[in-house]
């Protein structure tokens, strides 16, 4: 109990020095790191970065879309309060002045800096990543941003270069002999250079582009990821006990010139299971070249002696299915396409400050730790030389990411009045809760007693029932939308009901569900069987229903209800 209470009293007096923080959003990233279980991915510097931090192993985003997404984490607020479920508006002209996490900090105190895709670029941030309401620095955005779909995909000398989906490339034939992650990283490096000088604390966001397709990363990273080691998940086809309106047809792959020479009958024609484990291939290889730069970020800021006061969250905007249910990409209610890693080291709580060295290179830093983990396991996780890592299953979602950081900051905000009582006057508020007593519970080993979220809220839009490319069923504009699926996840199921929706009104219909879903992750982890009308299961979807309907309030721990 002391080396809790100390590290606590550390904690505090860090934050009240200077409490830096580095936010770092990797772009469509599933769990497929090893930290998490993924025995095929090859992650060693995000795993580093793990046995410093708490791992949250059900970690849940809002709406699989990148504009939603972010918005959303962002300022702690839900797609339905935003009403956005596109890329089409801008929450501070059509809805409300919503105060932002970076925002927040900016109000506080904090250098604010963003660096490349944080917020998503275009009409959703008012095509200036919400400047400068969130940045105290203009935003940065790398200039080779411009060549993202540029045809540069040269699978053999034979072929002339196209828009692949598939692109492993030579960084010295790309324009600019460079690529935007790597950009991005050396801008991130510059601005920790710049503030290792500054007395004031920054909050640094580096949104880093890839895994996001086109998979077009440096080919000398596929010697991690040999072909055989892949296999498309099995079974490999669409569920007959699932709607057709779940469906989501992966309309942005089929634009890419490798995919269209396969010629697939829209929309229920398969990849073919050789291009599938290609496509598995290149993501987890692209995942890899990500890492790297995540390790040299990292490295930064301990070469520069302030990693021992910076707090580091890492995180995605969604997942990404890999084949699940014979579909592809985000767009989806299933676990695939809306559970994300999160992984967050606190210096004094998760990480032991005092066996940080200073300048020691990464790879040597990696080494040391490997050594002191030999043989010290606990019950949650791995004891290292370097702090205690944590590992988490209570269900948590982006939206606590704000109040978390505010928390840790200790410039706290309150969780949202019901908007039927205080229609939209909080600028400063959240639907989310502060993760900070789960971390807690887990360094005093009370993290299992510790009453948490009953379940995690997310939806997806559809024009139709049946999928279309024309309205797009991925991405259907606002005006289009005609039935929204409205999702939960609990630690054991999720359920999800599809409703007709109103774009008019932007509200559901409860009184006619068109569709249901229910899964039980505790017999069919990967949601290949749909026990929605199965009599055994029928108080179990009652009880889940009811709670999906009243909302993301009543999922609430009995401590933060008011």
Known sequence: MFLIFYLVISINLCIAQKQNFLLIIIDDLRTSLGCYGDAKAYTPNIDRLARESAIFSQTFVQQ?????????????????????????????????????????????????KSIGKVFHPGISSNYSDDSPYSWTE????????????????????????????????????????????????????????????????????????????????????????????????????????????AYNPWIDLRKRKDIEALNLKFPWEKIPRSFGKLIIQSYYATVTYIDKLIGKLINQLEILSIRQNTTIILTSDHGWSLGEHAVWAKYSNFDVALRVPLIISIPGLTLNTKHLRKNNSLEEHFLYSKRKLKNMQSKYGIFDALGKQIIIDSVVELVDLFPTIADLANISIPICSNEKN??????????????????RAALNEEVTTLTWKKAAFGQYPRPSVEPSINPNSDEPRLKQIKAMGYTLRSNRYRYTAWLPFKPETKAPDWNNVIAEELYDHEKYESEIRNVANSLKYEHIKKELKILLQRGWRSALPEMFKY
């Not at 939603?68 to 839900?78: A, D, I």
């Not at 801008?90 to 105190?109: A, C, E, I, S």
């Not at 993202?148 to 002999?177: E, F, G, H």
């Not at 639907?431 to 900070?436: A, D, H, P, Q, R």
């Open 64 to 112: 699989a879309l990148c504009a939603p997404s972010r918005n959303s984490f962002l300022t702690s607020r839900r797609p339905d309060t935003l009403k956005l479920y596109d890329f089409y508006s801008y929450w501070r002209r059509d809805v409300g002045n919503f105060t932002t996490l970076p925002q927040h900090l900016k109000n506080n105190g904090y250098i604010t």
């Open 138 to 245: 203009i935003p940065f955005h790398p200039y080779t941003e411009r060549y993202k779909d540029a045809p540069v995909c040269q699978p053999n000398l034979r072929l002339l270069p196209a828009q692949n989906l598939i692109c492993p490339v030579q960084i010295s034939s790309m324009p600019n002999k460079t690529l935007p992650d790597i950009e991005i990283l050396k801008e991130a490096k510059r601005f920790i250079q710049d503030q290792a000088r500054s007395s004031k604390p920054f909050f640094l966001a580096v949104g880093f582009q890839k895994p996001h397709i086109p998979f077009k990363y440096p080919k000398k990273y596929l010697k991690y990821h040999p072909l055989h080691k892949f296999e498309v998940p099995t079974p490999y086809k669409w569920p007959k006990d699932i709607s057709s309106i």
């Open 422 to 439: 205080f229609p939209r006057t909080e600028t400063i508020c959240s639907e989310g809760i502060s993760l900070v007593p789960l971390v």
